[in-house]
């Protein structure tokens, strides 16, 4: 049985993440998506709050199991015997720098650690979470961008993040 993990921030997830979890769940026997937390980002949804976006946007994948983990990914490598590769999505040749970089590190940290790259479709090449952030900040349509199941859920959150943000803004600039 072979077994492959998809790690990523998933802030939020994004019908490109989708992409790239249907086509790699097609490709092994059991993926496990794992939200990562990076301490250097800031967040617009909790932890608990992206494992349920994406509990909900792959619902109907019967061989995806999703987790979370406050660490290094070469440690929950690790730690998880049963994880054969290491799955990364790209976009673009800017992505391919650093997630190259990340493989060497990966495998530098736990030699076992393979990494395989999955360029993403055509049509989800030019979506991330920074870009739906933005749309969503200016009240844009989020309905291509991400999964129909969290859409509402999604474009609640930024809606409201941007709304406070905008209104703090005015304040200073006003001071």
Do not use: W
Not at 12 to 33: C, E, Q, W, Y
Not at 127 to 135: D, E, G, Y
């Amino acid at each position: 049985m072979k077994t492959a993990i998809y790690p990523g921030s998933f802030d939020p997830v994004t019908n490109g993440h989708l992409d790239i979890i249907k086509r790699a769940s097609k490709m092994f026997d059991k993926l496990v998506v794992v939200v990562l937390i990076n301490p250097l980002k800031n967040y617009s949804f909790s932890i608990p709050e992206r494992v349920g976006l994406l509990s909900k946007a792959c619902g109907d994948i019967p061989n995806i199991e999703i987790d979370s983990y406050d660490g290094l990914l070469a440690d929950y490598f690790k730690e998880h015997p049963e994880i054969d590769v290491i799955v990364k999505g790209l976009r673009a040749t800017s992505d391919f720098e650093y997630e190259f970089q990340m493989a060497h590190t990966n495998k530098d940290l736990n030699p076992r650690a393979e990494t395989v790259f999955i360029p993403a479709s055509a049509n989800t090449t030019f979506i991330s979470s920074s870009m739906v952030k933005q749309v969503a900040m200016f009240g844009g349509d989020l309905t291509k961008y991400v999964p129909p199941e969290i859409h509402e859920q999604i474009s609640a959150k930024l809606t409201a993040e941007f709304a406070e943000k905008k209104r703090m803004a005015r304040l200073r600039a006003e001071q």
